[in-house]
């Protein structure tokens, strides 16, 4: 994870036409989206949540959703307190990929196994698109960044 902050990340940007979605970044206040919670999107947004970003987290598997909302951790080494506590600061967890429409930036954290060949299977990724395209802007920029505040 970079040590950059959303304010840092924000300025340096030259993405054109989303001075809004910059400047919720840099305060904090965009609402961060996290398509699949598993070993990567569990601590991704708890590290949102923990500095401060409203987080909604998207997962197709309604046990891990209604465990998450419960403050119960799905994962080994991550504590069940430390989801208790990302709960209790607003993070919500749902299957209902409409409540994408809600949120300022998506980041997908969905499975690419790979195949026998060694090639990445980017059928949950494909899955994930069609799954939110009908509740994003059509002129959402569609990219990565590798910063986390
Ligand atoms: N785990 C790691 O150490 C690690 C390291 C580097 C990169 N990655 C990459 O990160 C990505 C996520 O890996 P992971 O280990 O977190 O996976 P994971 O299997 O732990 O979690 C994936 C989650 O995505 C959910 N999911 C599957 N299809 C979905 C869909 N269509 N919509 C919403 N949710 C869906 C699953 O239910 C699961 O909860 C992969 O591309 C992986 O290659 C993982």
Known sequence: MSSHTAREFAS??????????????AAQTAVIGIVGLGYVGIPLALRFSEVGFPVVGFD???????GLNGGQSPIKH????????????GFRATTNFSEISAVDAIVI???????????????????TMQAIAPYCPPSEPIGHFELIA
């Open 12 to 25: 340096s940007t030259t993405a054109k036409g989303r001075p809004q979605l910059l400047e919720k970044l």
């Open 60 to 66: 197709i598997d309604q046990d891990r959703i209604t």
């Open 78 to 89: 991550i504590a069940s307190a430390d989801i208790a506590t990302m709960v209790e600061s």
């Open 109 to 127: 954290c969905v499975p690419t196994p790979l195949s026998r060949h060694r090639e990445p299977d980017l059928s949950f990724i494909v899955n």
